[in-house]
């Protein structure tokens, strides 16, 4: 047998800092559909998924709730899992960024990058907040202000290295612009990213940090990390054994035929993507599809904080994993945003799953059952009146089959659907009940009846990548076999059984009340939430030992000034009764410098020393929220430096 041709699929890979939702479950979906179709149409697929895992957001959510990033993450990374085990989604490979290999692959591509000169080491420029220990860049920042706390942020400088990316532009240029190639779509992408990035002028791309920890080494550096997109982007590499030795498929599946995503990271793979493959001399994705986004009311991108995230495991549980792979895939014009609503997930459902093809399959196997015992005779009375049917279901695969692998999914269903309403049109031209009570028109009833069930069997063979748990039922009710069930038998008329037997099953699609089932849902979905306090809500109760570990102390402010560049820090010379130490503490907008000398305040003494703006600071001085604001506990001036605080 000749070997099968491979196709290679990836999705983003997610970010594990919250649990997936139904934004992650289209892009997921929509891959899922097309694999299935691909090895449906003989091809050595491989669909790769998987998580997104270092970074600064996750090493604060982490520290949030008292424990390590890699403890974090592997607990959403099992929810990503089980939810895509729920969705029947049929990935090969699930990369993690935190996986040996992909380290590994990381490493070595970072070095490599290096030593051709592709990579250079600089000084990176941003926008820093100090209590987030966040850099963000000048279109990051909200109203000028740092995006996570809301709080001011100076202007700060760290070293880092560069990748240049600038050097590219004129080849990124070309690809996007070539028409044979097709790289990106929709096309509307290709002119943003000319646009709004290209012509402006690329900047290189700052590639590694120092300011948090939770990520790549760099082999050569090591207080530097790997920053976000050569960790991320080269998953798509690692994960088949590039500069790794725990896989071996990189000959054979690279380069991919699909990366799909939604638009807010095209530009990564349109541009930094392809320029990292330049500078490593390895051959280019082929195709990378940017769909639009599932918003929410407001029209923005679906967000946890909005307390708007649909649960796809409740829309399983009530309504089936076909109807919402349905829905999300009918719906979602490709390139355009879908408002989410449920509303239409049950109006679309009952149109087109209950009514159009849930009621084709029942009705057409109730007849054959009633007039024919669920056997349909041999001889048959094909006439002209088939033609129609038949030369549009002759049609459709290839109409099908070019959707989906362009991601254009509503298009091909609805041509599906086209076909499965000009069915049910056959029925009530046909009028079979009418054919039953005359003897002799047994052979065309049976031909009528043999002509729906084909109908049936060639539509649902091009529904299974989109409802891979329903077409089987659906094949099994009509005597559909393995035999005549392969993505292309879709193409061929008559290829049941001329004396097919079929089987009453359960019904497909039950119809939802609409009305009834917005009210339950309503019912179940969260509440909204009493105003929030300003208190921190109360921490878990901990064991004495933690308690012990830290060591309080009494300490006297010996100098005390403004740290420059930064309206948050103050920098301390404090006696500890041992001796002096520095210390920093973000609280320059409550204090002048001068009037805390001399003021004995309560420190913890036994924290690592950690780099605020250039300045080592050796502990922490305590402070107690007031107002807006911060005040420190001080002491009276009889209280020793050094003395124990228990
Ligand atoms: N980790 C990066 C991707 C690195 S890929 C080398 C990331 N992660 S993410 O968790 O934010 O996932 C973004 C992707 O999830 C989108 O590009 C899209 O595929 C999917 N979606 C997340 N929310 C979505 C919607 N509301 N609507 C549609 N897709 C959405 O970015």
Redesign the pocket.
């Known amino acids: 047998m000749a070997d099968k041709k491979p196709f290679y699929i990836t ?5 594990p800092s919250g649990n997936p939702h139904i ?2 479950c ?2 997921t979906i929509a891959c899922d559909c097309v694999a299935r179709m691909k090895r449906m149409q003989g091809y050595d697929v491989m669909f790769l998924t998987g998580t ?1 895992e270092h970074g600064q957001k996750i090493e604060k959510k982490a520290q949030e709730e008292g424990t390590t990033p890699k403890a974090y993450v592997d607990a959403i990374v099992e929810n990503f899992k089980k939810l895509w085990a729920r969705l029947g989604i049929s990935y090969d490979r699930y990369v993690r960024t935190t996986d040996d290999y992909h380290i590994k692959t990381v490493q070595n591509i970072f070095e490599k990058l290096y030593k051709d000169g592709w990579i250079y080491k600089s000084e990176y420029k941003g926008k820093y907040c100090t209590p987030c220990e966040s850099f963000w860049t000048e279109s990051q920042l909200v109203d000028g202000k740092c995006p996570d706390c809301g709080r001011d942020v100076t202007d700060a400088s760290e070293e880092a290295y560069f990748f240049k990316l600038s050097h590219f532009a004129p080849k990124l240029k070309e690809l996007l612009l070539d028409e044979e190639k097709n790289f990106l779509n929709p096309k509307s992408r290709v002119n943003e990213m000319i646009h709004n990035f290209i012509d402006p002028g690329l900047q290189d791309l700052c590639v590694s940090r120092t300011s948090f920890t939770w990520g790549i080494p760099v082999t050569f550096d090591e207080k530097h990390i790997v920053y976000v997109w050569i960790d ?2 080269t ?1 798509y590499i690692s994960a088949m054994g590039f500069m790794n030795d725990t896989y071996n498929d990189y000959e054979k599946y690279w380069p991919a035929d699909m990366h799909v ?2 638009k ?2 095209v530009r990564f793979h349109s541009l930094i993507w392809p320029s990292i493959l330049m500078a490593l001399g390895e051959p280019l994705p082929k195709k990378v599809y940017g ?1 639009g ?2 918003t929410f009311g407001d029209g923005g ?2 967000s946890k904080s909005k307390g708007n995230v649909i649960d796809p495991f409740v829309l399983c549980d009530r309504y089936g994993v076909d109807a919402l792979r349905f829905h999300l895939l009918r719906e979602m014009v490709f390139g355009s945003d879908m408002p989410y609503s449920n509303e239409m997930m049950f109006n679309r459902y009952n149109a087109d799953l209950a009514n159009d093809l849930g009621n084709l399959v029942s009705r057409t196997v109730a007849m054959a059952i009633k007039y024919f015992d669920g056997t349909l005779p041999v001889d048959k009375e094909f006439t002209d009146a088939d033609n129609d049917l038949v030369s549009q279901l002759d049609a459709l695969q290839p109409v099908v089959s070019e959707a989906f692998e362009t991601c254009r999914f509503s298009d091909g269903l609805e041509a599906i659907f086209r076909v499965v309403a000009r069915a049910n049109k056959y029925i009530d031209e046909n009028e079979p009940w009418k054919l039953a009570k005359d003897e002799t028109a047994k052979p065309r009833l049976a031909a009528v009846l043999y002509n729906l069930l084909d109908a049936v069997r060639r539509v649902s063979i091009l529904l299974t990548p989109v409802m891979p748990h329903t077409a089987p039922q659906i094949f099994e009710q009509i005597g559909a076999t393995e035999e005549n069930t392969g993505w292309y038998d879709s193409e061929k008329k008559y290829l049941l059984p001329a004396d097919v037997t079929v089987k009453k099953g359960p019904v497909l699609f039950p119809r939802i009340d609409v009305e009834k089932e917005l009210a339950e849902l309503e019912a179940l979905a969260p509440k909204k939430e009493e105003p929030a306090s300003d208190l921190e809500p109360l921490k878990e109760l901990t064991k004495f030992d933690n308690f012990a570990a830290l060591d309080l102390r009494a300490v006297k402010v010996l100098e005390c000034e403004n740290v420059p560049k930064s309206d948050k820090l103050l920098k301390f010379k404090v006696n500890d009764g041992f001796g002096e130490r520095q210390v920093l503490s973000g609280i320059a907008k409550y204090y002048k410098p001068e009037d805390l000398i001399g003021k004995t305040l309560a420190m913890i003494v036994n924290l690592e020393p950690r780099k605020m703006m250039g300045f080592e600071s050796n502990g922490m001085i305590l402070s107690v929220k007031h107002g807006d604001g911060y005040r420190v506990i001080e002491f009276p001036d009889s209280v020793k430096p050094g003395s124990d605080i228990s």
């Open positions: 999705t983003p890979i997610y970010y934004g992650h289209y892009t997104d991320a982007l998953n995503m939604a807010e990271i769909h986004w599932i991108k679906m």
